[in-house]
């Protein structure tokens, strides 16, 4: 994020070089399922983009796009890279958060962070205002599962440890406040909780109960001091930004989606309304990857205010739909269901620690809701975060899963 210029040669050098690896040394590795849902998803693509060549090539582009989906499946090499090291997905996780920390106050400059604490909404000189939320929302996830690695009282430095989390813990919850982006706000709410639920459901399991009840109890007055504080600093932004819209959802509440006036929310509403009606012509193959731009341009009853300032439909699973159809929808929810399975079973192996799996499985939580509102995974940012965790959780899996084998 700092210097794009040598970011993204790195990117395609570890893409590229890392499947290749796969496929030549992988043994065992090569025959995954992440491979075969690659190829599936290529062909998902393919099969789409050959029929709207047949039933509209005026709208389909020169050749299938199969990069579109494709993308998603960079995790395989930087899980090959990562070589099923716990120590090296941490360090790669650390960096990255080190690396996004600094450019949000040199991209923008100090000036911006000074605008968000008087009130403005910023968006951190990250694309926009809700891609640098949800690039913290995700740094504060990882600080506060992590946390106890930071406040471990064996090793050194552990005041110096305790400052920086300290440090870096204020500067993510502030990001998030002044960001201002609500379905952050919604997926942080969801997933801290869903968190807590599964270290006390942890402890149960393994019989550390009593052991976990001061991390948990600690937590608990966090988050109330955090929730106070909060409310003192940004409260009436905080009141502001969440009420803004409250008579679009009581409109939407009583089923008059009609009167909904073109809000950020009510644009959100009428784009998907009309996505569900190209979806209805064609459910199963959809429109191609261009579906998303289709429904915003030649939806003849959405007004030119949407169609000038908008090109997609901010919901990450609608345009899966919409492009490809049932079988996109079904290739996507095979990859989640893959990773899930396969976290699951890393840690129930040993393979994994408990909190890098609690991590995968809180981060599952907020990127599912965050993708309701804004199409994450269709944009660079989304595509770096994703390959990145899932990366880092994938590989530990093919360290349970292939590691004795190959050793």
């Given amino acids: 994020m ?59 582009k020169s050749n299938p796009q199969v990069d579109r989906l494709a993308k998603l499946f960079i995790f395989i090499a930087v899980a090959w890279w990562l070589g099923g090291s716990t120590r090296n997905t941490l360090l790669l996780w650390g960096l990255a958060l080190i690396g996004y920390l600094m450019a949000s106050f040199v991209l923008p400059g100090p000036d911006e962070w000074l605008r968000g604490l ?157 996505a569900f009606q190209w979806i209805a012509e064609r459910p199963l193959v959809g429109w191609g990857g261009g579906g998303r731009s289709l429904v915003i341009e030649h939806t003849p009853w959405l007004p030119d205010v949407v169609k000038q300032h908008f090109g997609h439909l901010h919901n990450f699973f609608i345009e899966i739909w919409v492009a490809y159809g049932l079988l996109g929808v079904a290739a996507i929810a095979a990859l989640a269901v893959w990773i899930g399975r396969a976290t699951w079973l890393a840690w129930r192996g040993g393979a994994m620690p408990d909190d890098v799996a609690l991590f995968g499985a809180t981060f599952f939580v907020y990127w599912i809701i965050v993708n309701q509102f804004e199409s994450y995974d269709s944009f660079w940012t989304g595509v770096y975060v994703h390959n990145l965790v899932v990366g880092g959780l994938v590989t530990h899996y093919w360290q349970w899963r292939y590691g004795e084998r190959r050793a």
């Fill in 118 to 274: 008087q009130g403005q909404r910023i968006g951190f000189g990250i694309r926009n205002n809700q891609h640098g939320s949800m690039l913290f929302g995700v740094a504060l996830l990882g600080t506060v599962i992590f946390s106890r690695r930071f406040m471990a009282p064996e090793g050194r430095w552990i005041v110096w440890r305790i400052a920086v989390w300290s440090v870096v813990f204020a500067i993510c919850t502030t990001a998030v406040a002044i960001g201002q982006t609500r379905a952050i706000w919604l997926a942080l709410v969801v997933a801290l909780p869903v968190a807590g639920i599964i270290m006390l459901l942890w402890a149960g399991y393994r019989g550390m109960g009593r052991r976990l009840l001061k991390p948990v109890m600690a937590g608990l007055v966090a988050g109330l001091v955090l929730a106070l504080v909060a409310g003192w600093l940004f409260g009436g932004v905080l009141v502001e930004r969440i009420t803004t819209e409250s008579s679009v959802i009581e409109q939407l509440m009583a089923g008059n989606i009609q009167d909904v006036p073109y809000s950020s929310i009510g644009i959100r509403i009428h784009s998907w309304v009309a």
């Fill in 2 to 60: 700092l210097w794009p210029q040598i970011g993204s040669i790195g990117e395609s050098l570890t893409a590229l070089l890392g499947l290749v690896c796969v496929l030549v040394y992988g043994k065992g590795i090569r025959n995954s399922a992440a491979l075969w849902l690659l190829l599936a998803v290529i062909a998902v693509q393919v099969i789409a983009w050959t029929f709207g060549y047949f039933h509209h090539p005026q709208w389909v």
